[in-house]
């Protein structure tokens, strides 16, 4: 073992995951810097570091100083300090703004910043507002840097540090030090394994409870992002199992303690259902039992109201539709119509091009010549503006109308401040999940109407639960199924063709030397040409030929994450050929580059921005560690340590292009993504188009998609407790 001293001059790289870095450090009486390799706690540029470790040679990038144990010093001269602060370290001084505070204080820079912050004062450019940012930001750092220790004394991922700081703030080493399982329900991206590695590292036992409630939590945390309000007990047992490898003993005592303690509810199954469940308990998250239950509980609730009968007489309604309404009423849109007058629940679904627009705005004009008030919604900002668009009245976000307020503590609008209006209508229904469904229905009045709409044969919710879906399968709520495709829709092949495909039929494609249509299959069995064409496709021929803006205009959707035309690699080979800037800024492996088109990939109610929405970064800001992303004409900025809720969204899967709608649609479909390829997942990515539709893969792909209609069971009771079958 040999030791070295010296000051970082670069890093070059750094794994998030493992810590492992390659550092560049200047050495006294070495003229070049010296390649440094190891695992590291966040070192800086300027930071002074006494290393232990051994030298060798690397076969393509040649002498290297292997480090085996380090220590972490202060910098002590002027250049060390300036280029340790302007590294980024501290969020409101970047390189200008710490060549002056070192320019003023020198070899003392840190000292003040640290014991006397208020002469900041005497630099150019700092005031009140930059001070208290800077002393916030020195003392966050301080206390993030001796939880990295923490975390990599026992052999974990320093990277997770600032996710757990932001969570817990300046309590998060002794969270983490008591209960480390926390982690994996608290804190995004850090799941059970790593939680449990910390845990065990600590000496925690296999066999704590804390380990086995905390796995059982986990198991049915899972459960819930893949759609299920609840799960079956037996299933419940036998993941748990798998996850811990401890005694079933062990295990159904942890279950009873989070019974106990209310963090689980049991609900015994009717036993009409006990043939689809194959066990006779299901086992609940406590909000998820409360969600289910309030909505069937509210929606059986609003029928018992009366109907605002002395506004809206029925006759007088249909006759005045027929002769002030320009467009002629179909059978069943007429049908929807009468039944919104009669009904204060109504569920109206249908496909593209069944008429819901014109029948939303025929609704929407009775009400209006009664004076009545009415409030239009949906659950993503781009499936509000849709719907603003095509019936000229004002929508917004569930989230927006119920007046969502991560400072005052959620939503605003509820039983004790309900919502006005006498008619809600609602779109996209089929993305309802069963908490905001429960949130909605909490707010609104018992004397109004209520209208869902939405496409049942759509994929479900991005959330636990299938409302839509329940809804109907209940039988106890008035529903209208339109199935007329009108002369207009039928001149689109997007349209028929996404009809064809729910019935189960081949899609029909263009004849050869026909003009330009708006449907297309480009046949490709080897996934690496179906790329090279998806490439081409989005960089030149259909911005050429259709007039669209390559990013915007265009849309590559993908049943997978994995693979050659997965979500990920679909993404990296996209940014490389339609954005061209240099400025950018690198997370977790991952590349963001100014002007890309990115998604966020949870809920943030503090930004007031969701799972699925998309926009641009516009702005990179390496002085004061953000981007700024807009999203529908709000710039959103994120901190480089929020970087992990975003990634590239030049192709997105089809769950997250739910309720949004794009010019055109490029689609791959290849017999390697069999395990997802369900003809309600090719419906819902045909339907997201409005001009264009390219289909890139093998014809038997597209055979398997079309034919496979067993979509996955979700496990919920909503339709249960609608029909009475449970209690409330």
Request: with cysteine; net charge neutral; proline share 4%.
């Amino acid at each position: 073992m040999e030791k070295i001293r010296g000051q970082v001059e670069r890093v070059t790289f750094v794994g998030e995951e493992s810590g492992y870095s390659v550092i560049k450090v200047k050495i006294p009486g070495r003229r070049d810097p010296v390649p440094v390799v190891g695992n590291f706690v966040s070192v800086t540029p300027g930071e002074i570091l006494s290393m232990e470790g051994s030298w060798g040679m690397h076969p393509k990038f040649g002498e290297q100083f292997r480090m085996e144990r380090y220590e972490t010093l202060a910098p002590a001269t002027a250049e060390g300090i300036r280029k340790y602060l302007g590294s980024g370290l501290i969020k409101g001084i970047g390189p200008v703004m710490a060549k002056r505070i070192v320019a003023r204080f020198g070899e003392e820079t840190l000292e003040i910043i640290d014991q006397f912050p208020e002469k900041l004062l005497e630099v150019e450019g700092i005031g009140a507002y930059r001070l208290e940012k800077i002393q916030k930001a020195w003392a966050d750092q301080k206390d993030i840097r001796e939880l990295m220790v923490f975390l990599r004394s026992h052999n974990v991922s320093a990277a997770y540090a600032t996710r757990i700081f932001k969570h817990y703030g300046k309590s998060s080493l002794e969270v983490v030090q008591n209960n480390p399982y926390r982690l994996a329900m608290d804190v995004f991206g850090i799941g059970f394994v790593t939680a449990d590695k910390i845990a065990s590292n600590m000496g925690f036992s296999k066999d704590s409870p804390l380990r086995a409630e905390a796995g059982v939590l986990y198991v049915l945390q899972k459960a819930t992002e893949e759609g299920h309000a609840c799960v079956p007990r037996t299933w419940l047992l036998n993941k748990s199992l798998e996850l811990l490898d401890i005694s079933l003993s062990v295990l159904e005592g942890a279950v009873t303690g989070l019974l106990a303690d209310g963090r689980l509810v049991l609900q015994v199954v009717p036993q009409e259902s006990l043939s689809q469940w194959g066990d006779e308990e299901a086992i609940y998250l406590k909000g998820y039992h409360l969600a289910e239950v309030q909505v069937a509980r509210k929606l059986r609730a609003l029928q018992m109201f009366p109907v605002l009968h002395n506004r809206l007489d029925e006759k007088t309604a249909m006759a005045w539709l027929d002769e002030n309404l320009s467009l002629k009423l179909a059978e069943l849109q007429a049908e929807a119509v009468r039944r919104s007058l009669l009904e204060k629940v109504l569920v109206i679904t249908g496909g593209p091009g069944t008429g819901k627009t014109t029948l939303i705005r025929a609704i929407l004009a009775l009400y209006g010549k009664a004076g009545g008030r009415v409030c239009l919604a949906a659950p993503t900002g781009r499936a509000a503006k849709r719907l603003s668009e095509a019936t000229g009245h004002d929508a917004s976000t569930i989230h927006r109308l119920l007046e969502f307020s991560p400072q005052m503590g959620g939503f605003q609008r509820n039983e004790q401040k309900p919502l006005n209006g006498d008619l809600f209508i609602v779109d996209e229904t089929s993305m309802l999940d069963i908490l905001l469904a429960h949130h909605l229905l909490k707010a609104i009045p018992g004397n109004a109407t209520l209208i869902l709409v939405g496409d049942v044969d759509q994929l479900p919710s991005v959330g636990p639960g299938n409302v839509l879906k329940d809804i109907l399968a209940s039988g106890e709520i008035p529903a209208v199924r339109l199935t007329q495709i009108f002369r207009q829709a039928r001149e689109s092949h997007i349209v028929t063709n996404a009809h064809l495909v729910r019935q189960g039929k081949f899609p029909k494609m263009p004849h050869a030397g026909d003009s330009l249509q708006d449907f297309y299959h480009i046949e490709k069995e080897d996934p690496e040409e179906a790329l090279s064409v998806i490439l081409k496709l989005c960089s030149q021929r259909i911005p050429e030929r259709f007039a669209l803006d390559p990013v915007d205009g265009i849309q590559v959707l993908s049943p997978m994450h994995r693979g050659a035309v997965g979500i990920q690699r679909l993404n990296s080979a996209l940014q490389g050929v339609l954005n061209q800037e240099t400025r950018s800024v690198e997370r977790g492996g991952r590349t963001f580059k100014l002007r890309d088109k990115v998604m966020q990939t949870r809920n943030n109610y503090d930004k007031e921005i969701f799972n699925g929405d998309m926009g641009r970064i516009v702005r990179i800001d390496m002085e004061n560690q953000e981007i700024l992303v807009d999203v529908d004409g709000r710039r959103i900025p994120y901190d480089f340590s929020e970087l992990d809720e975003l990634v590239l969204a030049y192709a997105v899967t089809v769950h997250k292009a739910q309720g949004s709608e794009y010019p055109a649609v490029v689609f791959p479909l290849l017999t390697q993504h069999y395990m997802m390829l369900q003809r309600n997942l090719l419906y819902t990515a045909i339907t997201r188009a409005r001009k264009l539709v390219v289909l890139v893969g093998s014809k038997k792909a597209l055979a398997m998609a079309i034919k496979n209609d067993k979509t996955q069971r979700r496990h919920t009771l909503l339709a249960e407790r609608l029909r009475g079958l449970l209690d409330f």
